[in-house]
């Protein structure tokens, strides 16, 4: 297993299988390379099957243990179950989804593998729901999360960023989960940093807070140092889980990094924030994969505490070591 400079092992992969995607949600980063959607359609520069494949049978090599397929919306891949039964047996595999395309094809995609899945849902209203992601799919939404969870998909995460349009159905959304069996919410920090619009932050540790007073039993996950909050419905007949990613300004998540990502066009990035790590993987022979896979390993750099360090007014600012090291494109 490689690890980088910093001790941090590269446990799991993050693969980008397009970057096309049926929503247009106003708050997207799409793998934190901004908005580079073009149009519908498949596209040339798009990694073939066997591309994605055999980078998932390097990545094995090296005891990668678990893939995450996503995009844009990876299910416009009609190639998703194939790259999915062609993973190596030894990797865990999980889907980041909208969901709308589920209905009809969940049952396939666990036949071929898939083991977990995270949907996309930032309210539960539809009205509002639409606003939020340019999408009048709601009810194809819904329909998604309950044909994974018939799929035998459990438990189902349900995505939500947390920003100003979505706050207010933070509550709401906690209650959900604890009334629907199988269901669990990821609530994810709002990026101003890559998305723009740092007036749409929402301060989480007072989610953190509300969170923690609701809740009847809290776990720390390692990975991340993430807490997981496990809250009661109000009949008390039913328990929710609820996780808060949340990596802005944060050395803590940052130190725990296990994850090398790749984009659509076949480049590995060994930071989400980062796009002048970037490295192409040339034409995608085995031999081109492991040497970029190894660079890419060996200059990973925790973004917050190194990277990005505080200057002498407490404000982040970038690492001088850094500037220009490690561009490729």
Known sequence: MLADDFGREVTGVRVSLTDRCNFDCVYCHNEGLGDTRGPMDPQD???????VVRFLEVAAEFDVEAVKF?????MLRQDLEEIIERTPDQME?????????LPGRAEALV??????????QDA????????????????????????????GLDPVKLNMVVFEHTAGYVPQMVDHVAENEGLQLQLIEYMPELTGKPEWNVDIERVHGWLAEQADEIEHREMHDRKRYWISNDEGDGRGMVEIVDPVEN????????RVRVTHQGF?????????????MGEMTKPEIREAFREVVANRVP?????????GDGEWELNDEYVGTYAEI
């Open 111 to 120: 036949d071929a593998g898939l083991e977990r899945v995270n949907v996309s």
């Open 70 to 74: 996503t995009g844009g919306e990876p």
């Open 303 to 311: 973004y917050y505490g190194e990277y990005m360090i505080r200057n």
């Open 251 to 258: 050395p803590t998540f940052c130190a725990n990094c296990h």
């Open 124 to 151: 539960l209203d539809p009205k509002d729901f639409a606003e939020i992601t340019k999408s009048g799919a709601y009810e194809k939404v819904i329909e998604g999360v309950e044909a994974a969870l018939e799929a």
């Open 268 to 280: 590995l990035k060994g930071c989400l924030n980062r796009n002048d790590d970037l490295k192409s």
């Open 45 to 51: 520069d798009e990694m073939s099957t066997d591309d």
């Open 93 to 101: 595999v999980s889907l980041t989804t909208n969901g709308t395309f």
